[in-house]
């Protein structure tokens, strides 16, 4: 049986943190591309807290 997803301590919700990683896992992406993605949808996080 598999655990869910725990998001606490993470400073961003759920929804966010699973599209960053889409992003990056979808389409031949860098950190930082990921970061000017969010960037344009009004999300402001930067490369490092993405890759973590």
């Given at each position: 049986?598999?655990?869910?997803?725990?998001?606490?301590r993470?400073?961003?919700?759920?929804?966010?943190?699973?599209?960053?990683?889409?992003?990056?896992?979808?389409?031949?992406?860098?950190?930082?591309?990921?970061?000017?993605?969010?960037?344009?949808?009004?999300?402001?996080?930067?490369?490092?807290?993405?890759?973590?």
């Amino acid at each position: 049986m598999t655990k869910p997803v725990s998001y606490k301590r993470h400073r961003f919700p759920p929804q966010i943190i699973a599209h960053a990683v889409w992003l990056y896992f979808r389409f031949p992406r860098s950190l930082r591309l990921v970061e000017e993605m969010l960037l344009e949808r009004g999300i402001v996080v930067s490369y490092e807290t993405v890759r973590r």
